[in-house]
């Protein structure tokens, strides 16, 4: 292996930070037990996301604070590994009272299947990483310079190709974790480690140069954006099977504006593999990018820059060479959409599963709505599973027929509708405000009052029944996909977003920029005429995505 960290002089402060770290302990045993700050030191902070947490501020309460010269509003927020996204009852309610005992009371259900909590203050920070743990999950490389949350189209109980892509998801999980025992160590155990001897057969000692993504899907959904992540499998079904996968490489959603070198991107198929070697396949891209990944920019260091500066034919034969059974020619696949299926399913053992619209991801009890509240007692007392999905919705899934009777009058109990309008349930927006240190603007806190707004122009239209993909950031780092939505909102100041439009429904295109920095104003007279014009003049079943591009308006 070729190291580039020895090669060259001039490595981002964080090729540093986790050359000295140990195997990512760093200080962080020491500042976490210290309780004059609600903080820790900067170079732990980059530390700490390995373990899957960030240190965040309450960014409303910045400016009351600055002023009678207090400290911010510290807290932490914490963020599961679940591949798959699936979460046996016993585990959901032990999340759920977590939320409750150390978070701020909701759970938030990530654009990867996961579950953030938001909100845990210093001093509650390893009891409650204790209580993840005591139900058999963890945080450990949920953020970080490694691989993250491995996603896969939800759900296991639908279906055997759908258990075996799962399983696939579990054993890439698996394999790519750090084998540091650091996060046991300083959350855990709360032992005070001096010298570590470790080693990391993959990563080697200063991890990746940037994040790492994987997703896994099973057509025709596209729920889980393939083409949105660094290593994408597409799964190739035969006979109710899973044979093994088409392979993609290179996409990636985040750019910084005015920073032409930063770019969203989708990614390439570049071959077929057999299911056994999918797990060889994703070390093969990992230590690829691991020797030929920029660690001198960490804006230019996933893995879609080094296929640029590189070439992607170039970075094939480099997988292909560590490969014992290399990539064949890719198989033919068809996606139908991008959007989660939602409602009620029944698989073919009669058990029924019932895709729950959760907006933007927010579980809570919200006045009238106690979606919180019905979760855990369906929890509680049904013997049901729970499936996170890549559109920050819930499955609750396996039911039999008594469990869903009284699934739907739990739910009906508590205030919750199993269904939002048909624009509502496929938009998704990422957390940014108060929490977010990078948004610069809302997204969840905002999407739903433009929603309701886009509902009435599409009314208007006869257009309500339309499915059209809305998707809102608060920053262009991209974390609800934005690039690929059909119309995408992209957070540049406060209460103004650049309009892009041209995605497709199964999310296979980047949408284009159309209008920059509009406020609310100017995206509903830009959105109007559209609507208008697309209820006239589109064509038999064309999607508002591919309407605005055969128009020639982007
Ligand atoms: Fe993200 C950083 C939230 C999915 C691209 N993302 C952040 C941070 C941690 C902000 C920070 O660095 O301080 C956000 C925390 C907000 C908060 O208060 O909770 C954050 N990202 C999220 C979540 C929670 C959005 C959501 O509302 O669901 C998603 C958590 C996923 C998970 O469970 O692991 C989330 N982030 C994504 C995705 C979508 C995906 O992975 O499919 C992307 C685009 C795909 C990609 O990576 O290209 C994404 N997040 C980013 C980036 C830009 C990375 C880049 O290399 O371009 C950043 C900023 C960074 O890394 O410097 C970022
Ligand atoms: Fe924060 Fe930007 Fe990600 Fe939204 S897209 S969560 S604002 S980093």
Known sequence: MTDKTNETPKLSHNETIKTNSRFLRGTLAEGLGEVASGAISEDDQQLIKFHGIYLQDDRDLRPE????????AYSFMARLRVPGGVLSREQYLAMDKLSDDRG??????????SIQFHGVIKTNLRPALRQI???????????GDVNRNVMCTPNEFAGR????????????????????????????????VTEALEAEPIYGATYLPRKFKIAVAVP?????????????????VENG??????????????????DAETFPRVGEVIGFCTKESAVAVAEAVVTT??????????????????????????????????????????RDYKFAGNGDRMGWHTSEDGRHHLTLFVENGRVANVGAWQLKAALKQIAETLDVAFILTPNQNIIVAKADDAARAKIEKILADHGVTLRGSVLREAAIACVALPTCALALTDAERYLPSLITKLDALLAEHGLDQQPITVRMTGCPNGCARPYLAEIGFVGRNPGRYNLHLGGNVDGSRLNRLYREDADEETILATLAPLFADYAQTRQNGEGFGDFVIRQGIV
């Open 65 to 72: 604070r600055a002023k009678r010269k207090l400290d911010k």
């Open 104 to 113: 701020n009371q909701t759970l938030r259900i990530t654009t990867r299947q």
């Open 133 to 143: 743990d005591s139900v058999l999950l963890d945080t450990i490389a949920a953020c």
């Open 161 to 192: 190709a759908y258990a075996q892509a799962e399983q696939t998801a579990r054993d890439i999980s698996t394999h790519l974790l750090p084998q540091s025992g650091a996060w046991r160590e300083i959350f855990i155990n709360n032992e005070k």
């Open 220 to 236: 025709p959904q596209n729920d889980v954006d393939v083409f949105a992540h660094d290593l994408s499998y597409i799964a190739i």
């Open 241 to 258: 099977d899973v044979v093994g996968y088409n392979v993609l490489i290179g996409g990636g959603m985040g750019a910084t504006h005015g």
């Open 289 to 330: 990018q691991r020797d030929y990944g920029n660690r001198m920019n960490r804006r230019r260091a996933r893995l879609k820059y080094t296929i640029a500066d590189l070439g992607l034919d170039f970075i094939v034969r480099e997988v292909n060479a560590r490969l014992k059974v290399k990539l064949e020619p890719a």
